[in-house]
């Protein structure tokens, strides 16, 4: 009955078995996976592809009970409690010990089964242990990462403070603030614990079932609790779990996280939980509007996602998520998200043929990096400072102008790119600054923005000012930032441009060009004193590939950042999706190899919109078959898809 | 001295000894109750009547320091720390052979002495235990309650996320959220735990007692660490603490407190605590403005208060309520406030004859339910959506239209009642499901709510939609039920009422009538796509009885309760205290065995009032013997009894 | 380079050591001053004398790691954690023997070397130890303290809440709130440890140094964690760290923590720490404006600061105060700030001949009592009454008017002043109490305020109403106090002054003259019943002497503080540093032996000013030895420096 109503919805995939250990292996060493084995069957009968969770993302109550050393060990000291999830410690012997049998079991079940398209190792990794066997694998890992402590010492100034090591063991987890280089290195070491979860499994499966089934995880976002390029690495793809929680789908916003996730392995991702209407962890779990649903599904698509999963598909009489949305209701009925998720579906299968084997491909590139939220957010100096609001500043005015944007790591070849910003790239390796420079003496456009090239890979201060190893290249330099407690003018003479007075909040740095090729094309006002007067933003001298670099010392407010963005797009030539920006629409494209090229016009607003169209052939919608000329009437929340 | 002031506000009644262990027992085993017995004494030679109150709210040092495994664990696993009361494990065996002996002793000694009227045992009930060993006993309490593991796992549906036990030692202690059955089973545990601690001293009490001293203890009003009914059955009556704390008294809603109370055994009840003008641990600790307790007093009789004492008397030089108001300065001077108390005592024994023997009663019931209260605040799902404001929100236009209520627990008897509404009970076992059909049947008029009947006594969601059970008698069932994020339109068209456009917030349950003789009789507007246009209320078909069930699936704002409130009184033919509400002015009446009436006009403003009297003869104030014609003006604060 | 760059900004004192214990004790028992030496010898060679810090605020990891019993213990049971300074228990035994050793080995080292010219002792006391050794020494305490248990017991009103100890062992530490008198014990004692500490290390280095080096510490303002008199009591001169954090400098409240400084020993003070335009600890650690902080300096000086550090001097690359102001930037070169520094430095230099040897000299002083704060703090009664606020409540008017103020223990021969304030002294000792009646009896205007007098000194409330023992000289009582939630009118009828309207918050005190002497001066409006038309204030006849004492029963807004003030001013004749307020403009004077004046006006405003000069000779700045007659004019941060 559940697998019919799936199979009428259009669903072609199901994902199973990801808590399910309890069910598995209901007692230790008795595995019980003939449940499992009718699902598939019966999901497969209907055409429905199974991906297969390993379930170590939630031991059973045996395991915990009879070896409470695979609990992870919370700040306080005190043992996680069984139950919601993740109590476990992902480093302890004990714990993978067990993780080892069950996924041996399943991969010598399920490896070679066709009707099992691929798996999903464990789910949303978080948990951090804090247990003394914990400290010592960190210690552990900084001896090999410093090979002495007087390396160790020496790039932590661990003397300030008489934080000096005479002694590995002396060496503590930080729990709450502490040195910025062990901060750091603990959340390296973190993401180490997850590469090396993750990689047993991932063996464990590769054995049995080669490169005949993939492997992926479901990351949680902008979540930063390891760094995701790192686990990511190994996989076949990424996928991720997109839930608003509280309040609407904001397209501006969101498209980055798409970006985000595609950009963890540079190629397309699953959405692999979304919810169905509302979910039930958030402060107010508010349903999405009908018919919202389907823009943000299109909205995905448009970012490469070429899977999206509703999560969770039917409500179960208990547990946390009693009240989390689903698609069936404890009643076994359809419930009214149902027909909207129904709708999606016919809608992917009308124009799958079309869509597969394409991938958005952009000319600018946004660099993120877990290094640099680390340092910046354990020392914010201005709390309401956060660096993902200066990325989404820089990120949503061209958005705004439906320009197609990557996300990628610092370190990425960057050759494709014609504008590459760096928003608070505060933290920057040895690797990462010569990426860079590359990228600019070859030719391109790079932003560096206030909170930039701060620090080294062990999150000390450079021994230069601000851009660190980019000063010659960016022709200017950081003679002193300020955290803002009020607005500072800002007058904006950028060439080509309007005049235009702004302000800037939160963050200011006074910039010095280092020589007179470097032009200043914005100043502070009126302020502290200090910044009144002094360069904002500044533009080096065009190299001999046409390589320059503006450095943008204010945080501006949205007119100002879209100003900037104006002639950031003018100066590099960029072409946009669609060429007059409407607001609330979104023009996005997927390109194949052969450079065909799919438009996806999708309306994120409760209004309806008339967009003027290019003179020429008509516009032929892919979902509907209906051709426009002249004018594109969009209905609310309406979506059009165009072959080009 | 102080007895003499006592004697002179007209006190008639003190409470003495719960919090005295440390004097009564000051070293192991030697019991010192000779202050006791001249206290006892010099109150009884002034008219007063002594309440005993058990001590053991307050163990002694020398207690928890040989005794440390008597102390409380909290939920971070450390002990509870000496001195602020309530340290205590009340299910510690230790503490258990202790309050044995000291409740036995005072038992011998007082419990056949004719000056003692009645005992008080402990004092607001309010621990929770962490311990070990209380975790074995919420296991052994289980196991009573589920008889196997399959049992409890199913009706947990404990598969989900993992959690399945193989072992019953294998169930964790709730600390923080867990699964729904879970934490609903360690409410009822804790439950028994006082039920059971209360019973052994009420055991002891009535060996020696008999009938000829009665037993309360005093509650806290809206507290919902365990279930009041539960603990509340084996007293004589049950009692509460008023404390407003800062702010002022507002009638509206402090009546229905004491209609709670009244409810825990359907009979009157004692106010045995309410405050001298302040408290000392709220936030702000304000005092009462002058004649405000004059109306409170007069308030909590007209509900049903048979006495209502005040603490504290007097301020001692120390101690960690030094601040709290009392009627006696630590300089052993009356305080202001004394003034306002005499006047109190004084009118009290003035009308005592006619009051006593006589009790609210009423026609209109609202339910209230512990299951519900905890199901919900553990999963509000809108994190501004109290259960609480829900009962208030029906109760409180009642309480303007001078309705008397009662506030029950749903599996009561209903017979009595032509009005009941259910507000947000959504677990609901067999017999209170079956008790609601039962009212309905015989011809009562049942308002069921949102978030209604969703869950069955193991907090486990029904198989069929909202309101479960109770569908076929509502003659309705919830599409699907929305957490709100902004406010809903709603149309009434209440029969006989003229329509009126209303709105809605926080939550809202799209209703389908399950057959043409259900009426829809408001529907919601334009909102998030889902609910435009629905069923936002039904009334079901009257049955052979009369019987009919109104759903409203909107928590409406003030106007629109006012108007739903309207409607129901014109459907159940309702009479109020008083025909024409008056603003401010509660009337309330209390009646005896032969229908005898007495009606109080309390007006709880700061302005003065005029309100046109009927026709007929004079109303003569049992107060001032002053009689009314036409008009009865009422001064700020003012008050006027009524015998009818 | 560095060194040249301090001399270069005037710079003659420099304060090393205070966490460099890892450097110097690398490891156990092997010393290395060899840095140390030529840091003094490099500094003095460019004249500058060394201030030397023991490092024991900072233990290093080796010791911690083999000593973990010197780390203290957390309210939570836990242990300090390594790396964050102050992670050590003060009253250790084990750790006050390490301490012993590096001192002694400073001392012996440094303690006859003239290039240090004194010492100061750890960094910024704070920590609370919460160990079961500090238990018991806490018990040893009270022993010596209370003799017996009965008097504990009895001061402490132990048998309130069964709380009276049979046993010493039985008494707690405090954790969260408890019994008025243990909560006070506890900050005495905690008191009595850091008094101890420090002792040790004084001792140490005078065996050596004899006074040829001067000892000090540097405070934190108004941190109250322990009684700063007594700790302050063995020191040669106080310290203390001014930092603004978030925001700027309000010259009206600052010159109070100023004079609080300056009154632990009632002489002179430095400004140990000041930030170098920003901290890094602060939610938002926002730069002085350019000039601010140059008024800041002066503005010290002007309240006796007879010196000014800067720190941190230069950032180190790692560490948790990488992004703390500094003089010079990691990169070695002077940052915007130093400049500023530099000035200042210069200005200093100009004028050290006139200004030393002066120090402020007043004729007005307010109280300040550790117990009283800690008293009301643990028991606000109304949470957002802050002792604090009200002794700058009665404060920032004098200041306003140029009034220079003393800050002085309650304790204190009082003979100097004309009036004094007694803002909050809620906790009077009897020595305390005869010492106000001294004041008073000799002719002095005491001012009495709400909450005053209330507690003796085991913080056990008087037998009396307020103000307890002084109510006979105040020749007025408190009839009672009111914690208030509005506004309450108060009409005041100050003689000799216009009759106003004004209006009070927070608290109020209905007063009761306890005879016909005791004049009423102003009167609450209509408010809670109680208060309405009540005395508000009162005022003494004049004794003998000229004495007279005001109670002041209401917490006034500031027009009304500042025409009380004004009053105040009146009866007491006293003479303000300069007749005419100027709003932003301050005025204040140090005096020398021979009553040779100098004369600061510091504009701390943005705005400039222009001064009007009274007739005669004219005004000579010191700073820039311009002259002016009639008029003076000052820039936006002006400072100038008259000797008069």
New interface residues.
């Given amino acids: 009955m559940d697998v019919r109503l799936m199979k009428e919805a259009g669903m072609t995939v199901c994902r199973i078995g990801e808590?399910?250990?309890?069910?598995l292996e209901?007692?230790e060493g008795y595995y019980d996976f003939a449940w499992l084995e009718r699902a598939v069957a019966l999901l497969a009968e209907n055409g429905i592809k199974v991906v297969l969770g390993t379930?170590t993302a939630?031991?059973?109550?045996?395991l915990?009970?009879h070896h409470p050393d695979t609990l992870a060990t919370e700040t306080?000291?005190?043992p996680a409690?069984?139950?919601?999830?993740c109590h476990y410690n992902p480093s302890s012997t004990t714990y993978l010990r067990y993780v080892r049998r069950i996924v041996e079991q399943m991969a010598k079940r399920f490896g070679t089964d066709p009707r099992i398209i691929g798996w999903q190792i464990d789910n949303e990794y978080n948990r951090v242990d804090y247990s003394e066997d914990t400290g010592r694998r960190f210690q552990a890992y900084l001896k090999e990462q410093y090979g002495t402590l007087e390396a160790l010492n020496t790039?932590?100034?661990?003397?300030?403070?008489?934080?000096?090591?005479?002694?590995w063991?002396?060496?503590?987890l930080?729990?709450?603030?502490?040195?910025?280089?062990?901060m750091l290195e603990f959340r390296r070491y973190v993401t180490r614990v997850w590469r090396d979860f993750q990689h047993l499994q991932c063996e464990l499966i590769r054995q049995v079932a080669g490169d005949k089934q993939w492997i992926t995880h479901n990351f949680m976002g902008w979540f930063d609790g390891f760094d995701h390029y790192t686990v990511a690495a190994e996989l076949d793809f990424a996928s991720w779990d997109w839930y608003v929680g509280?309040?609407?789908h904001n397209y501006l916003d969101s498209g980055l996280v798409h970006d985000l996730t595609r950009g963890f392995l540079n190629k397309n991702f699953w959405v692999m939980e979304t919810q169905p209407g509302?979910v039930?962890w958030a402060?107010?779990?508010?349903?999405?509007?009908?018919?919202?649903a389907r823009t943000m599904a299109w909205h995905a698509v448009a970012h490469g996602a070429d899977a999206l999963l509703y999560w969770q598909w039917r409500?179960?009489?208990?547990?946390?998520?009693?009240?989390h949305g689903s698609l069936i209701?404890?009643?076994?009925n359809p419930?009214?998200f149902y027909s909207e998720a129904a709708t999606i579906g016919k809608e992917f299968a009308a124009v799958a043929n079309q869509v597969q084997n394409t991938a958005p491909v952009n000319k600018a590139a946004i660099l993120h990096s877990y290094d640099s939220r680390w340092s910046i957010n354990a020392?914010r100096?201005?709390?309401?400072l956060d660096p993902l609001d200066i990325l989404r500043r820089f990120a949503r005015p061209l958005a705004a102008s439906n320009i197609g944007l990557d996300v990628v790591a610092p370190g990425t070849d960057l050759s494709q790119y014609k504008l590459v910003i760096a928003p608070a790239i505060a933290v920057l390796s040895e690797a990462e600054s010569a990426a860079l420079q590359q990228y600019v003496n070859d030719g391109g456009l790079l932003v560096l923005t206030v909170r930039c090239a701060q620090k080294d890979s062990?999150?000390?201060?450079?021994?230069?000012?601000q851009p660190g190893p980019l000063r010659e290249t960016a022709g200017t330099e950081v003679?002193?930032y300020?955290?803002?407690?009020s607005e500072v003018p800002v007058a904006l003479a950028l060439p080509g441009q309007v005049a235009a007075q702004t302000a800037g909040s939160l963050w200011a740095e006074?910039l010095r060009p280092l020589n007179e090729s470097t032009q200043t094309v914005a100043r502070f006002g009126e302020c502290?004193?200090?910044l009144d007067g002094g360069p904002a933003i500044t533009i080096s001298a065009r190299n001999e590939n046409g390589g320059q670099v503006v450095y943008v010392g204010a945080l501006l407010n949205e007119a100002g950042q879209y100003a900037l963005t104006s002639w950031l797009l003018t100066i590099t030539n960029m072409q946009a999706a669609w060429p007059q920006p409407v607001e609330g629409v979104e023009f996005a494209t997927r390109t194949d190899k052969d450079g065909s090229t799919i438009l996806f016009v999708i309306n994120h607003t409760r209004s309806s919109k008339e967009i003027a169209l290019p003179q020429g052939e008509p516009f032929t919608d892919l979902l509907s078959s209906n051709s426009y000329q002249d004018v594109l009437p969009l209905e609310a929340y309406g979506v059009r898809i165009f072959a080009r």
């Fill in positions: 808590f399910a250990w309890s069910s209901p007692t379930p939630a031991p059973p109550a045996w915990t009970h306080s000291g005190r409690q069984h139950g919601n999830r790039r932590w100034s661990a003397a300030y403070w008489s934080q000096t090591y005479a002694d063991r002396e060496i503590p930080p729990i709450g603030p502490h040195n910025p280089g062990l509280t309040g609407h509302c039930n402060e107010n779990n508010n349903m999405l509007n009908r018919g919202e409500s179960a009489p208990g547990g946390q998520e009693q009240l209701g404890a009643d076994g419930r009214p020392q100096h201005n709390k309401a062990a999150n000390a201060l450079f021994s230069t000012l003679e002193e300020f955290a803002l407690d006074l502290n004193g200090w």
